[in-house]
């Protein structure tokens, strides 16, 4: 008895390490990995970096520390992230707008194709269109004729970043419906949507997934969507493209970057965890559920062309609607 329960003992580490091994084959790194997010705590992005942090520790079987970096149009989070040694312990979530939008408009300190690599999507993120509920308008004809009353604070557009798609669509919605709007940027949508709701600016082009639960509470008004189709989430709201402004569809990717030092066989691995882990139910019922759409890029090739192709669409319209910083 004694010797079976020695050889018994003895096997017990192979055990925990046989049982282990599924685990580890799909870990990228040996340690905890940090999660640098370019926004504040709340914000689209942070609330895919945490939707993500929880199913990528349990599948590497490592702590995963989210680490919030707001400012300077990600630039902040992207100095953050390439400080950091390319050997997979750090790698950066965040909206497509940090690369394929802001750096248009704003000397953000890095190069959006040198510096960093794209490693994969998780979701897409629609927009709407939202005022301050004090705004006296029920639609969006009701708005515009409002807004040229000047009785606004006054005739104010919120971004929640200058140079963002939320910028893009204010400026177009300004030039096409012939208003002169102050704008005004926030970093990030939480204080974007607080200056909203307390009617210090009139409207903003804002990610459903954060505006959603204040439209539903009756704190803002919604007046739109800037996407060709409708949102499930709210079938009776027409898309701005129905109302006149179809240059205003924008919809961006979230998911993972990494510094463009990281070799490629670690983005692939990175890339096959995060894959797998938002391509599970749970994460897609937990992605939808915040009102994302969960979509995941085949590879981070797929996804660096996808990312050039959303940039050279949105240098046009920069170009076009002669979009700038103070504008």
Do not use: C
């Not at 893009?168 to 419906?177: C, E, L, M, S």
Request: charge should be positive; avoid cysteine; proline fraction near 8%.
């Amino acid at each position: 008895m004694k010797k079976t329960r020695n050889i018994l003992r003895a096997l017990r580490p192979w055990a925990v390490a046989l049982a282990a091994a599924p685990l580890l084959a799909h870990a990228w790194t040996n340690k905890p990995v940090r999660i640098v997010v370019p926004a504040p705590a709340g914000g689209t992005m942070d609330v895919v970096a945490r939707v993500l942090s929880e199913a990528i520790s349990a599948e590497i079987g490592q702590p995963v520390i989210i680490d919030n970096k707001p400012g300077a149009g990600g630039a902040i989070g992207v100095h953050a992230l390439n400080s950091a040694p390319p050997d997979g312990q750090t790698i950066m979530f965040m909206v497509s707008n940090i690369l394929t939008e802001i750096p248009l408009v704003m000397k953000t300190g890095f190069d959006p194709v040198k510096d960093v690599k794209p490693v994969t999507m998780v979701a897409r993120s629609a927009m709407v269109l939202v005022s301050a509920p004090t705004v006296p308008a029920n639609d969006l004809k009701g708005l515009v004729a409002y807004l040229k009353t000047g009785k606004g604070s006054p005739g104010s557009y919120a971004t929640y970043s200058a140079g963002t798609s939320s910028h893009y669509a204010g400026a177009i919605f300004a030039r096409k419906a012939g208003l002169d709007l102050q704008h005004v940027p926030f970093p990030g949508s939480p204080p974007a949507l607080q200056n909203l709701m307390g009617s210090q600016v009139d409207i903003l082009f804002d990610g459903i997934v954060t505006s959603l639960p204040l439209i539903k509470a009756g704190k803002v008004k919604v007046f739109g969507v800037g996407a060709k189709t409708r949102l499930a989430q709210l079938p009776d709201v027409p898309t701005m493209a129905e109302q006149g402004f179809d240059e205003i569809d924008f919809s961006n990717w979230a998911g993972a970057i990494v510094s463009a030092k990281m070799p490629d066989d670690m983005v692939k691995r990175i890339n096959a965890v995060l894959t797998k882990v938002a391509s599970s139910p749970k994460v897609r019922e937990r992605l939808i559920a915040q009102n994302f759409v969960p979509m995941t890029s085949e590879s981070p090739e797929q996804l660096a062309k996808i990312t050039h192709d959303e940039y050279e669409r949105n240098a046009k319209i920069v170009k076009a609607y002669n979009i700038q910083l103070n504008q």
